[in-house]
């Protein structure tokens, strides 16, 4: 079992991104609706999603839409693998797996 990878383990990105593992692999969330739909405040939002980008899980699109800024959030296919190996690691955690690889 590989530990838990920390930058998905603090519970707001453990939030987005089980939010955003449903999203097609072409799909993307608008920025105020996964803000909106996980209760949280723009800016709380922002420094966790910087987080998961610089991690190379999510990738924020920036853009204007009848000239107002609008920002959109996906789940990269690098976030979708991690995503997927950490609930891996968490059901071996929670199954009571030895945590020591020589274990």
Do not use: C, W
């Not at 920390?6 to 990105?13: D, E, G, L, N």
């Not at 420094?47 to 996906?74: N, Q, S, W």
């Amino acid at each position: 079992m590989n530990d838990l990878d920390p930058v998905i383990h603090a519970t707001t990105r453990l939030r987005i991104m089980t939010a955003l593992k449903p999203l097609g692999l072409d799909d993307k969330i608008a920025f105020n609706a996964l803000a909106h739909s996980l209760g949280l405040t723009p800016g709380n939002l922002s420094v966790h999603l910087t987080k998961l980008a610089d991690a190379g899980y999510v990738a924020i699109e920036k853009t204007f839409e009848r000239r107002k800024p609008a920002t959109y959030v996906a789940l990269t296919p690098q976030g979708r693998a991690a995503f997927e190996q950490y609930l891996l690691d968490l059901r071996a955690l929670l199954a009571g797996a030895p945590t020591d690889p020589g274990a």
